[in-house]
């Protein structure tokens, strides 16, 4: 059984720093892209960051010089760590593992990030 479980969300003033973390179980984690996704209340669900096999890395340019993705093949665990942090990044964030071939693709349960004084 594949399980996605994202943790490290809450609420944080404008400018501070939050880390996410996705720990996988059930998939040959090395072999995945992982990716940390949000979506915003009546947004649709947006790429933030991501993650390949080979380590290469995407960002959106939103926040692109503020958060930073990477991943432990050891732990099966990929972060997001999120610094500066504005208003306009408050959504719900979810982890997302997606491998090579088409349409094997899971999800986390998603974790709310709140940007707020």
């Known amino acids: 059984q594949v399980q996605l479980v994202e943790s490290g969300g809450g609420l944080v003033q404008p400018g501070g720093s939050l880390r996410l973390s996705c720990a996988a179980s059930?998939?040959?984690?090395?072999?995945?892209?992982m990716a940390w996704y949000r979506q915003a209340p009546g947004k649709q669900r947006e790429l933030v960051a991501q993650?390949?096999?080979?380590?290469?890395?995407v960002y959106a340019d939103s926040v692109k010089g503020r958060f930073t993705i990477s991943r432990d093949n050891v732990k099966n665990t990929v972060y997001l760590q999120m610094n500066g942090l504005k208003p306009e990044d408050t959504a719900v964030y979810y982890c997302?593992?997606?491998?090579?071939?088409?349409?094997?693709?899971?999800w986390g349960q998603g974790t709310q990030v709140t940007v707020s004084s």
């Open positions: 993650i390949g096999s080979s380590g290469l890395i």
């Open positions: 059930g998939i040959t984690f090395q072999i995945y892209a």
């Open positions: 997302n593992a997606r491998h090579a071939l088409p349409g094997v693709n899971y």
